[in-house]
Nanobody, 124 residues
Framework: QVQLVESGGGLVQAGGSLRLSCVTS????????MGWFRQAPGKEREFVAY????????DYAESVKGRFTISRDNAKITVYLQMNSLKPEDTAVYSC?????????????????WGQGTQVTVSS
């Protein structure tokens, strides 16, 4: 079993920054990709960003490109999400997830393991 634990959420004013962390308990032979998703009240979960453990390939949702940066520390088995220029519409519960596939990385159904989520609230 793989456990993921997020941290770093909080309340910030619009234009501010936060850095989220996601620590994994272990990597398995099928641990290829880590993703960040978010879910706002009354809305569906949406893809935010992904990174591959090997190669560090990344991709982002259009809504966060240029503002968010995903990175990883292989030694610490930790993934980060640096969020800059935050907007009120970024308010959501942010969750990290681990997938054994490089395909469909923007689809939540691809991911096998999930963290409990961390709340990010951006005030206007």
């Amino acid at each position: 079993q793989v456990q993921l634990v997020e941290s770093g959420g909080g309340l910030v004013q619009a234009g501010g920054s936060l850095r989220l962390s996601c620590v994994t308990s272990r990597r398995t032979s099928r641990s290829y990709v880590m993703g960040w998703f978010r879910q706002a009240p009354g809305k569906e979960r949406e893809f935010v960003a992904y990174i591959s453990w090997s190669g560090g390939w990344t991709d982002y949702a259009e809504s966060v490109k240029g503002r968010f940066t995903i990175s990883r520390d292989n030694a610490k088995i930790t993934v980060y999400l640096q969020m800059n220029s935050l907007k009120p519409e970024d308010t959501a519960v942010y969750s990290c997830a681990q997938s054994g596939s490089y395909e469909d990385y923007d689809q939540a159904r691809t991911y096998e393991y999930w963290g409990q989520g961390t709340q990010v609230t951006v005030s206007s």
